[in-house]
């Protein structure tokens, strides 16, 4: 089992930088894939980004892709998801997430059918 907690969510104007922190507990975060995955009111869940379980690897929607950057720290066991010019359209929740560290290629860390354990997701609002 592993609890996953996010923060740094906020309001930021257009082109500005947010930082969101997701803070795992439980089993050893080092043995977890994580992605970060939006989703707004009556929307589908939508991708955004994800890292392998060393670091090595990393994903990312086009959408986003050039503004925001997924790491991670195992010492620290926590995953960052750094976000730079903002933009409207990026305004809802984000979701941290963990899945099993056999992953290959993009199309399984997309896929959130295949993340375990999820947190409760902080807002982010951006205004124009």
């Known amino acids: 089992q592993v609890q996953l907690v996010e923060s740094g969510g906020g309001l930021v104007q257009a082109g500005g930088s947010l930082r969101l922190s997701c803070a795992a507990s439980?089993?050893?975060?080092?043995?977890?894939?994580m992605g970060w995955f939006r989703q707004a009111p009556g929307k589908e869940r939508e991708f955004v980004a994800a890292?392998?379980?060393?670091?090595?690897?990393?994903y990312y929607a086009d959408s986003v892709k050039g503004r925001f950057t997924i790491s991670r720290d195992n010492a620290k066991n926590t995953v960052y998801l750094q976000m730079n010019s903002l933009k409207p359209e990026d305004t809802t929740v984000y979701y941290c997430?963990?899945?099993?560290?056999?992953?290959?290629?993009?199309?399984?860390?997309?896929?959130?059918?295949?993340?375990?354990?999820w947190g409760q997701g902080t807002q982010i609002t951006v205004s124009s």
């Open positions: 997430a963990a899945r099993s560290p056999y992953c290959s290629g993009y199309g399984c860390y997309v896929n959130g059918y295949e993340y375990d354990y």
């Open positions: 439980g089993r050893t975060f080092s043995s977890y894939a």
């Open positions: 890292i392998s379980w060393s670091g090595g690897n990393t």
